[in-house]
């Protein structure tokens, strides 16, 4: 069943196209900052926050950041979680997300199952989606043992994606990773937009309204940018110009 917070999202790229999400992460902020950091975000036009992060370790202070982060904006909060402590009662919705191209089950299906009973006690949406990192894998691929997928093959990518269609998941998103050198090429992209009917999101190295539109070009329904936004600098501007890039 589809939630409201889900619902939106999907809406809004029926509108746009192509829409933008903000990651903040509680674990290289604090509360205060990432409120402000998410209200100068909303400002720029970006249409969901998205709090979490691969180290992330406090229960407290995801928390702590969520409420200052709902109190600071009106679009949805959408949790991004690394395991159980990534859940917070207090979001708008949690991405249900598995790691596919692990190689450590924790990744795949037991935090998940750890996280479920979690979600459910405190009635928050999960949104299925199939995560898989890409390149480098930085971070993100590192905490989750990945096998990031070279940017030469993407088959590989489109093959992970599909399953993850098949399997129900309504979102796929690819990830190059927190502090990525570079973004996922236009051709990954492309080829998994090409094959999969849910939407595509791309994550990972995106820094300017050229590697955005790139990206949009080739079929992504949401672009993610966090490094980008961690020094508080400009943030609202930084944020307009690329979506402004994506929804033209």
Known sequence: MTGKTEQYLLDQIK????????????DKSSGYDCAKIAAEAEKGGTTAIMVGGSTLASQSDLDEAVQRIKAAVKIPVILFPNGPMGVSKYADAVWFMSLLNSQNPYYIIDAQMLSAPIIKQHR?????????????????????????????HPKLAVGYSLAAETLGMRFVYL???????????????????????????VGGGIRNPKAAMAAKMAGASAIVTGTLVEEESEVEQRIREIVDAISN
Request: negative net charge; aromatic residues 8%; glycine residues 14%.
């Open 124 to 152: 928050l949406e999960a949104i299925p989606m199939g995560y898989i990192i890409t390149g480098e894998g930085c971070v993100a691929g590192y905490v989750g043992y990945a096998r990031p997928i070279n940017f030469r």
């Open 175 to 201: 990830e190059a990773g927190s502090g990525a050198p570079e973004p996922i090429p236009p051709q990954m992209v492309g080829a998994v937009a090409k094959y999969v009917d849910i939407p595509v999101i």
């Open 15 to 26: 509108k746009k196209g192509t829409i933008h999400f903000t990651l903040v992460d509680p």
